[in-house]
Structures are given as C-alpha cells and as structure tokens.
C-alpha cells in the first residue's frame, strides 16, 4: 500500500489554493455556503494544528477557543518573533462557533458541483493529511531541527497567507460577519507583511527537507528475526543511512555514559580503516556531485574533507595500541567496510551516483558526521591520561612515544574536528512546482483595490534652520 508524503499533500493543497485565489467566485446558494464556510473552517484547523507541531504552541486547541489580543508588529527584530507572530495570526482567525461546528464527514466527504466549493474542499482534505502526516510520523526532527522545523513555517505561512487573501474576500460579502474573532490589531497588510517574510526568511534558513518525506505512522509489522547490526547499501540512494549509521558508531562515549566502561575510544587500526576509507569515499563523493549542476557546490566540501584526511593519514600511520585489544565497537569496521565495498562494486559495474539535491545534502550533512566524531573520537583518546595509542614512529630511538598538544597530528585532528557542518539550504535545491506557483500568485495579488502612492512623503523644512 502506498501512502502519501507530507510533500505530496502540501502540493495538492497548494494547488487548490491557487485556483481559489485565481477564481474570484462566490457561490450563492446556501448550502454550497455552508460546505464552503465549514471546509475553510477544516483549512484553518490544519494550519493551526501545525503550527502545534512545530512547537508553536504548548495545547491546542485553546481552552476558550480564541486566542489573546494580538499584539501589534514593531519592525525591531522583526525576524525573531516572525514564528510567534504567525502564530498569532492563525490563531486570531475568524472561527465558527463551536455549536455550529459539524462532523468532517458531513462537509468533506460529499463533492460539490460548485467549483469554488470544490476547490475548498480539496484544500482542506490536502492541509489535514499533511498536518496529520507530520503528527503522526513515526520520527519528527522539526520539533527539534530549526532547518525542518523552518521547512515546515514556510509552507505554513504561503498557505496562511493565502487563507487571509481569501478570507477578505468573504468579509467583503459579509460570510464572516458571524464567526468569532478576538479584538485583532493586525490589519491585512499588517499579516501579509509578517506572513510573506516568514516565507522569505525560512527559504533563507530551511536547511532540511526531512519533512516532505514525512508519513503517518503504520501499523507496526511482525517483529523479524533477522537482526541488521550495520545499514546495508544497494543503491546509491542508502548511502546516507550508511554514514549516518556510522557516524553514531563513532561518536565518543563520556565517562558519565551508561555504557563506559574506560575502554579505548578508537584503536589505532579503527583509525587507519576509517581514515582510507572516508578518504575514498570523500573523493567518490566530490566526483558525483560534480556531475550535475544542481549538487556541483556539495563537490568543494567533500574535496576539502579529502584533503584533510589525506594530511591525517600518514601521520597515523605508525600508531600502536599498548594493549592489543578487540575494538569496543565492530560495527564500525562492518559499516564502513559496507560502505567502501558497496560504492567500489557501483564503480566497477558502472552504477553512477547520482542523487537529487535533497539527497547530496543528507549525505554531506553524514560525511560531515562521520568525519567530526572520527576526529573528535582519535583525538580524546590520543589526549587522555590513560591513553591506549603511542606513536611508534622509527624515528623515535626510545620506542614508542605519547601524541602531545600542539603536535602536528594534534593540530590536524582539530582542523578535521572544525571543518563547518552543511549549512546550505535546501529550499534553494528543492522549490516544489505548485507552492512556488501559489507563492508568485500571492506576490502578484494585491492587498486592496486603490493602489498606494510609490512616492514618498514630502519632507517639511523648518524656517528657523533653513539656510543657516
């Protein structure tokens, strides 16, 4: 059975969106009124549920049912409170009473005639599988990751900016007059100002597309015998999963840790195995994102990793452990062995890797993973007091010696431990057609009939200065 994605949804509803903002008709007939007011009504509720979902709100819905006066936007660090301001928006919409509420299934269920109708109804479907496919997803990283989490706002605020266009319509002939609404301050420029920034600041800062694969939550299935103690590859596609996968292998333990028991945190062929192998990887993966414009710029911050790894591997090259035992964790040397093995079998078939952006974020955001805590890894276990590693180069004549501060391998460790994380966004790789579509429509849809005048005030000169 296939279930649709957040991102599925989210574009479904853009689309009839749009057509609702392109079409200015309002139908006349008193029950095609009454289904249309009651799908808005299921509109509103998804935008408002998730904006819960991404931690907007701590209950929902509000006790009273209407939100607090909403405070008046100041243009003083406007983009720190842009996520509390559409908040209130959303939450200060005209709302239907709650006995005249119906059940979904009277309003949503039965298709209308009446095109307007239509498109309402599709709207509201679309908007709570997708609120409901973030609630119910079995992991949900936009409660946590500001770069999901402003996934999510952006998407809320293009649809929430096109419910108040609408809604001003249906004020206009009077089919809110009976809807509850607190005292409001914002006036409708007011909320599209806030709204269309929001867009704009979480396109700027969006920097996981976790969300569009959101889904809700199956029923789990039998339990299988078969225990995966690394993340297989097949395609080109499981990369990602692999090296985060390994990169969780890798991370150090603390002494607080539940499970540390003072054993060494890397040994020195751990080490060697992961440094030659990210090293290839790394050159792999420049190579492929190389291939296309749209991941070419992914292709410097895998060759710079390269580089420095590549500085790292000779200087490991002679470490010894004192005592010669088995690594804590095997898995890290089944994981990356999995990988170098699954991505030199792609090579000599002629499997190309190529991702969509989306995903050569993922897999740098991994690589990027993988080589930190490898660094961060070697380097505390070469620095602490009952380190397990000597450098057993010839050239020391009094045997084996400890790695200090402010050695050379020192010093490349914390070079590999500092290379910046992938911070570009991923809204400017994946534009989904009909939200880009609704976004232009409203940035083409006046506020009011009367246009403003584009000339600015003229400035009074006082008499007593002037000329002085």
């Known amino acids: 059975m296939t279930v649709s994605t957040y991102g599925e949804h989210a574009e479904n509803a853009a689309q009839a969106l749009n057509n609702l903002i392109r079409d200015a008709g309002i139908p006349a007939d008193e029950a095609a009124v009454d289904q249309l007011l009651h799908c808005r009504e299921a509109v509103v509720d998804a935008l408002r549920q998730r904006l819960y979902d991404v931690g907007q709100d701590s209950w929902y819905p509000p006790p009273d049912h209407l939100p607090a006066r909403t405070p008046k936007p100041t243009l ?47 709207a509201a479907i679309e908007l709570l599988a997708a609120s409901h496919a973030l609630s119910a997803a079995a992991e949900q990283p936009w409660r946590t990751d500001p770069g999901a989490g402003w996934w999510v706002m952006r998407d809320v ?31 409708l420029d007011e909320k599209r100002m806030v709204l269309s920034q929001t867009a704009r600041v ?76 990210q090293l290839y990887l790394c050159r792999a993966f420049a190579k492929a994102a190389g291939q296309s414009v749209k991941t070419g ?27 010669e035992e088995r690594d804590p964790n095997m898995r890290r040397f089944w994981q990356q062995s999995e990988l170098t093995t699954a991505v030199a079998r792609m090579e000599d078939q002629g499997v190309p890797i190529r991702l969509q952006p989306t995903q050569m974020v993922e897999l740098a955001k991994a690589t990027h993973e993988v080589t930190h ?49 992938p911070k570009l966004p991923v809204a400017q790789f994946n534009n989904p057609p009909q939200r880009a579509a609704l976004r232009r429509t409203l940035d083409m849809t006046p506020t009011a009939s009367q246009p403003p005048s584009p000339f600015p005030a003229a400035r009074s000169l006082g008499t007593s200065g002037y000329g002085q």
């Open 76 to 122: 003083a660090v406007l983009d720190e409170k842009l996520a509390t301001l559409v908040d209130n928006i959303a939450f200060a919409l005209p709302t239907l009473p709650l006995d005249e509420r119906r059940s979904p299934a009277d309003y949503l269920a039965p298709a209308s005639m009446d095109p307007t109708v239509e498109a309402w109804r599709a």
């Open 157 to 187: 605020s293009v649809a929430l900016e096109a419910v108040v266009v609408l809604d001003s319509r249906l004020e206009e002939v009077g089919l809110l007059a009976e809807h509850q609404r607190p005292d409001d301050a914002m006036r």
């Open 202 to 277: 979480a396109t700027w800062h969006a920097t996981s597309a976790s969300p569009e694969a959101a889904t809700p939550r199956m029923r789990q299935a039998a339990p299988s015998t078969v225990v995966e103690l690394v993340s297989l590859v097949s395609t080109p596609d499981d990369l990602a999963d692999a090296q985060q996968r390994l990169a969780r292998f890798l991370r150090p333990l603390h002494a607080s840790d539940a499970f540390y028991a003072a054993e060494p945190e890397i040994t020195a062929d751990s080490a060697r195995q992961v440094t030659a192998s």
């Open 297 to 323: 710029k992914f292709a410097a911050l895998f060759e710079e990793r390269a580089e420095v790894l590549e500085s790292l591997q000779p200087q490991i090259s002679h470490l010894l452990d004192v005592s």
């Open 373 to 421: 805590n490898l660094g961060k890894a070697l380097r505390r276990e070469l620095l602490r007091t009952n380190s397990n590693l000597r450098d057993g180069n010839p050239r020391h004549a009094d045997g084996p010696v400890r790695v200090g501060r402010r050695s050379r391998l020192e010093a490349t460790l914390t070079d590999l431990i500092n290379m910046p994380a």
